[in-house]
């Protein structure tokens, strides 16, 4: 996949996975009850910092806070961008 945005310094730039439709029961889940999900996939990463090197790398599975980032949509596809310190995880 190539994204034609290139994050600057320590910001990455995620592809949130799709929130889930049904519960484990199988109950599904209207629009409005829905989470907004807190894992994504890693699809840009900025070159760092002075004295800082990037633990994230592009395809990496991370998980961050539900209010992490600001969204945006590029070419129809919905985007969050966010430092990377506001990564609690690689999965």
């Not at 290139?6 to 029961?25: F, G, H, N, Y």
């Not at 629009?31 to 990463?45: I, N, S």
């Not at 991370?62 to 919905?78: C, Q, R, S």
Request: hydrophobic share 35%; proline share 4%; net charge negative.
């Amino acid at each position: 996949m190539s994204l034609n945005i290139k994050p600057l310094s320590d910001r990455v730039v995620i592809e949130p996975m799709a929130a889930e439709t049904t519960t484990a029961s199988g109950l599904i889940i209207p629009d409005t009850a829905k989470e907004k999900p807190q894992k994504g996939t890693v699809v840009a990463v900025g070159n760092g910092k002075k004295d800082y090197t990037m633990t994230v790398k592009v395809g990496d599975t991370v998980l961050y806070g539900k209010y992490a980032g600001t969204e945006l949509k590029y070419e129809g596809i919905d985007y969050l961008i966010m430092k990377e310190e506001e990564i609690y995880a690689i999965i």
